[in-house]
């Protein structure tokens, strides 16, 4: 491993506040598909319409039927290298919270106790009518077996807590993730194309209170420029992280 990791390693032990702020390419590591990479989901037709709260509203099946094998089946994947690594950071009190773009809860399994879902979560399904909710094993069976998660009370369609295109973000996760950036003075972006806003601005709050930002990820992103470091490979990045947690554990 070049100088620069040694580099990110020391820079993550000297500073004050460190947070990660995670987007979809920290979860391809662990066999979830991203969604504006080369094998992204959105080089499949219609796949912007998964998302897309008018086309739920009108036909909640076509989202539970093309997210079957995306999303109702997180039970079989298992955190990677990079959700570990944050997590002993974390228990280490080297990290102070993970800021994520990511819908797949991989976090929260690693271990980690602090993480703010800018973009919502599936942990909780809320009914479109009465807001009777139902957690996320549930609904994760029913797709499963091919029926739509109905509400037990009214029998509405259910919708997870992930937040759609034509939907606001969840406005206190939001409130918190800005906190967070701005008291940092050292921001791990990983992962992210940082082309979706407002999540993308997040990065920004630290470096206008005078943090710094280390940028991983296998695609440019337009504050490159202004990262302290800049790598592209998050899997052996974080496997000489996680060397080098253990070996300073042993020392």
Same mark, same amino acid.
Do not use: W
């Given at each position: 491993?070049?100088?620069?990791?040694?580099?990110?390693?020391?820079?993550?032990?000297?500073?004050?506040?460190?947070?990660?702020?995670?987007?979809?390419?920290?979860?391809?590591?662990?066999?979830?598909?991203?969604?504006?990479?080369?094998?992204?989901?959105?080089?499949?037709?219609?796949?912007?319409?998964?998302?897309?709260?008018?086309?739920?509203?009108?036909?909640?099946?076509?989202?539970?039927?093309?997210?079957?094998?995306?999303?109702?089946?997180?039970?079989?994947?298992?955190?990677?290298?990079?959700?570990?690594?944050?997590?002993?950071?974390?228990?280490? =009190?080297? +990290? $102070?919270?993970? /800021? !994520?773009?990511?819908?797949?809860? &991989?976090?929260?399994? %690693?271990?980690? #106790?602090?993480?703010?879902?800018?973009?919502?979560?599936?942990?909780?399904?809320?009914?479109?009518?009465?807001?009777?909710?139902?957690?996320?094993?549930?609904?994760?069976?029913?797709?499963?077996?091919?029926?739509?998660?109905?509400?037990?009370?009214?029998? =509405?369609? +259910? $919708?997870?807590? /992930? !937040?759609?295109?034509?939907?606001? &973000?969840?406005?206190? %996760?939001?409130? #918190?993730?800005?906190?967070?950036?701005?008291?940092?003075?050292?921001?791990?972006?990983?992962?992210?194309?940082?082309?979706?806003?407002?999540?993308?601005?997040?990065?920004?709050?630290?470096?206008?209170?005078?943090?710094?930002?280390?940028?991983?990820?296998?695609?440019?992103?337009?504050?490159?420029?202004?990262?302290?470091?800049?790598?592209?490979?998050?899997?052996?990045?974080?496997?000489?992280?996680?060397?080098?947690?253990?070996?300073?554990?042993?020392?």
């Amino acid at each position: 491993m070049n100088p620069e990791a040694e580099a990110l390693f020391d820079l993550i032990q000297e500073s004050r506040y460190c947070i990660a702020f995670t987007g979809a390419g920290v979860s391809t590591l662990s066999g979830i598909r991203d969604f504006r990479g080369k094998n992204g989901l959105y080089q499949d037709l219609n796949a912007e319409k998964i998302f897309d709260i008018e086309v739920f509203r009108e036909d909640p099946s076509f989202y539970y039927r093309a997210t079957r094998d995306f999303i109702y089946n997180l039970d079989e994947k298992k955190p990677s290298v990079v959700h570990r690594v944050l997590a002993t950071l974390e228990g280490r =009190g080297l +990290l $102070k919270a993970v /800021i !994520t773009q990511n819908i797949d809860l &991989l976090h929260q399994k %690693a271990g980690s #106790k602090v993480v703010i879902e800018v973009h919502g979560s599936p942990q909780a399904h809320r009914c479109q009518s009465c807001g009777t909710t139902m957690d996320f094993a549930n609904a994760a069976a029913l797709v499963k077996a091919g029926a739509l998660p109905r509400c037990g009370r009214c029998g =509405g369609a +259910l $919708k997870p807590d /992930i !937040t759609f295109f034509g939907e606001n &973000l969840p406005s206190e %996760a939001l409130r #918190k993730a800005r906190d967070e950036a701005s008291q940092a003075d050292l921001m791990l972006v990983l992962g992210s194309s940082l082309l979706v806003y407002p999540a993308a601005s997040l990065p920004h709050y630290t470096l206008d209170s005078g943090g710094d930002i280390v940028v991983v990820n296998d695609m440019p992103t337009h504050l490159d420029r202004r990262a302290k470091l800049k790598f592209n490979d998050l899997g052996p990045l974080f496997e000489y992280l996680e060397s080098r947690l253990m070996d300073k554990n042993s020392a």
